[in-house]
């Protein structure tokens, strides 16, 4: 069976697809100071992020790898600002090129780049 068909490998693409949808709600409450447009920037923003992960779990990356790049990227984005939609839309080449790493079976290639 392909590692991304195992339940594990599943379950653990919605269990992270879920802790963000709780995490961008808790952030969205925290910051519920911020005008509404602002907001809904920041919630798009999110959105976008969490796309980016979840596809490239579907594409191959493993999710530990994932989750390494996450809480980097989590990190960094606190120095912008956590409520900050530009810095949370904006790709990060280099920390990609760094964390993730795909499965074997799918690419030779064991980074982004």
């Not at 963000?20 to 925290?30: G, N, Q, S, T």
């Not at 447009?37 to 999110?46: I, P, T, Y």
Request: with cysteine; aromatic share 12%; glycine share 4%.
């Amino acid at each position: 069976m392909e590692e991304d068909a195992k339940p594990e490998a599943i379950k653990d693409r919605h269990i992270l697809s879920r802790c963000f949808d709780v995490y961008i709600e808790v952030l969205f409450h925290v910051t519920s100071i911020l005008r509404p447009s602002v907001q809904n920037r920041l919630r798009m923003a999110l959105y976008t992020y969490r796309q980016r992960l979840l596809g490239w779990g579907r594409e191959g990356y493993m999710f530990e790898t994932i989750r390494t790049f996450h809480l980097a990227f989590h990190k960094a984005r606190a120095i912008f600002g956590i409520d900050n939609h530009e810095a949370w839309r904006t790709a990060d080449h280099t920390m990609e090129t760094q964390y993730l790493k795909k499965r074997h079976w799918l690419n030779t290639s064991t980074s982004v780049a």
